[in-house]
């Protein structure tokens, strides 16, 4: 395995990033924990010396492990972690006098020849690459060559192909490092790794961690019915069979057929303890007449934390606490908080589980991007209908039902979009949309039907393309989709006379309504 000591960069996740896609396991550890031990105990095949908000100039600043120069494997420093390799090895770092370089900048090749760069520079010209320095190397370490220059960085690219030592200032991991991919390819493949890494080999490796960490104590986990909460339980009930106790709360704000999808699938198909409460009368009582999406938003949040604590309370003996928290929500705290001498704050994934519940957390997914749990979710056997379901948000349908939430407007809600789902299946076109469903609208229009006069919801399509939620384009349907689809949900649910299709991207609106 290969070990990425961070430094604190905003994008060392990226490097992992990479390197998974390359199937080569990694890990990334914050450069306090690496200590001489932690280096021999972890025994790497090869070392990821990550950038840093540091000057290595500065007294005190982070440095990498003294043990790492004399354990004979390859070792690969960026940015910052370049810096200190530099400076720990003998070389020069400075601070500013109009050297740094932030953006877009383009490394030209030395003379000789470096493995880590086959097939990287284009026809031997230049290949562009991603700075972001205020220091720079002014003086190499003995031992060590220039294989690449960029105009405000002279050692852009250096080595000691004797060690194996590898030092670059900018960010192959980055998306505007086009080539960067193939760096890591070249590191990776001159460190002696074969690509083996595998879900397969995850799963293995996770359920011992989880034996190893719970033992024989009782879990208690959330489940929302999404894909990160849901291979989390079947993971860890691979793990301690029914030593997992699942809670599944029913709000009244979930989609048609969902609840009972869940529970046949975990209690039926996997046999898991599953207590499926259906709280949809406290939930709806606690929201009649309530419009302000943010009061709805507090209500229903307060409410399943109340209301998951009193199920987790008769879970008895229960010590630990499941939670499907990924990679990216693990990073997002870390350079949220500055940087890693801040401890990592957990993200509470199912409705916002509070840490005073006094249970120690299993988090099995930490480690895994979106589309890795996905993987994981397949290997573990799940249906892909399942792991490739659309984003559902916690509130449910009452942010997709704008103004007040009553029951017949839900009900009415639930069919529209059952409907519309269907048609969206039916047509091919699931799984290249990102997210999509009906919102209720807050008012009523004339229509006929028959020879009669109607009076009626009306409802809005939302579809959009995104790759993270962030940004968004609403997904161009043909006209004669639009029409089949209005003409379906008018006929087949009742309380609609008339369909809107929105077609507003994110920025400036949002994906939910509310
Ligand atoms: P917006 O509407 O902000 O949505 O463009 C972006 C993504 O987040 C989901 N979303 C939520 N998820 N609780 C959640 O768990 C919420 O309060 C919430 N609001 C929006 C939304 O479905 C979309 O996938």
């Not at 960069?9 to 990694?26: F, G, H, K, P």
């Not at 280096?39 to 500065?58: C, E, M, N, Q, W």
């Not at 529970?263 to 409460?277: G, Q």
């Amino acid at each position: 395995r290969l070990l990425i000591i961070d430094f604190g960069s905003q994008v060392t996740q990226l490097i992992a990033r990479r390197l998974r896609e390359l199937n080569v396991y990694c890990e990334i550890h914050p450069y306090q924990q690496v200590t001489d031990a932690f280096l021999r105990d972890f025994a790497p095949k090869a070392v990821i010396l990550s950038g840093g908000p540091d000057s290595v100039t500065r007294a005190g600043s982070p440095r990498a492990p003294e043990a790492l120069w004399t354990m004979g494997v390859p070792v690969l420093g960026i940015c910052y972690g370049q810096q200190t390799m530099m400076t720990q090895l003998g070389g020069k770092v400075e601070s500013g006098h109009g050297t740094a370089e932030f953006g877009r900048a383009f490394v030209t090749p030395g003379a000789k020849t470096l493995a880590l760069l086959d097939g990287w520079f284009a026809d031997g010209g230049k290949e562009q690459v991603w700075m972001s320095h205020g220091d720079h190397v002014s003086q190499i370490a003995p031992g060590f060559e220039v294989y690449g220059t960029s105009p405000n960085a002279p050692f852009a690219i250096t080595a000691d192909v004797s060690r194996n030592f590898f030092a670059v200032q900018f960010h192959p991991e980055v998306h505007h490092t086009p080539k960067g991919a193939k760096l890591y390819e070249n590191f990776v493949r001159l460190a002696g790794f074969t690509g083996d890494w595998t879900m397969a080999g995850y799963r293995e490796q996770a359920i011992a961690k989880i034996r190893e960490q719970v033992g024989d104590k009782k879990v208690i986990c959330g489940l929302s019915g999404g894909v990160d909460s849901s291979v989390a339980a079947v993971l860890i009930h691979e793990a301690i069979g029914d030593n997992l106790t699942c809670v599944f709360v029913d709000h009244g704000l979930l989609r048609k057929g969902e609840a009972e999808e869940v529970v046949a699938m975990f209690r039926d198909n996997y046999k898991i303890n599953l207590i499926a409460a259906d709280e949809s009368e406290l939930f709806l009582t606690a929201l009649d007449g309530v419009s302000d999406p943010e009061v709805k938003r507090k209500t229903i949040g307060k409410l399943f934390i109340d209301v998951f604590q009193k199920y987790a309370n008769k879970i008895e003996g229960a010590e630990f606490l499941a939670q499907g928290t990924l990679y990216p929500d693990v990073i997002e705290s870390v350079s949220f908080s500055g940087g890693p001498s801040v401890t990592i704050k957990s993200h509470h994934n199912v409705g916002g589980l509070p840490e005073k519940m006094g249970l120690k957390l299993v988090e099995p997914l930490r480690e895994l991007f979106k589309d890795e749990v996905r993987a994981l979710g397949r290997e573990l056997g799940l249906p892909q209908s399942f792991i490739g379901r659309h984003p559902f948000p916690g509130p449910g349908l009452a942010i997709r039902c704008p103004g007040e939430i009553t029951r017949e407007k839900l009900a009415i809600l639930r069919e529209a979009d059952a409907v519309y789902i269907d048609q969206i299946r039916k047509h091919g076109l699931y799984d290249e949309i990102w997210q999509a469903f009906v919102a209720i609208l807050p008012v009523r229009t004339v229509g006929v039907m028959g020879d009669g006069r109607t009076y009626d919801y009306a409802c809005a399509l939302r579809a959009v393309t995104s790759v993270d939620g962030m940004t968004a384009d609403y997904y161009p349907y043909s006209h004669e989709f639009l029409g089949e689809t209005a003409t379906r949900i008018i006929n087949e649910v009742k309380g609609i006379n008339r369909v809107t299709y929105d077609i507003t991207s994110k920025p400036p609106g949002t994906i939910e309504w509310e």
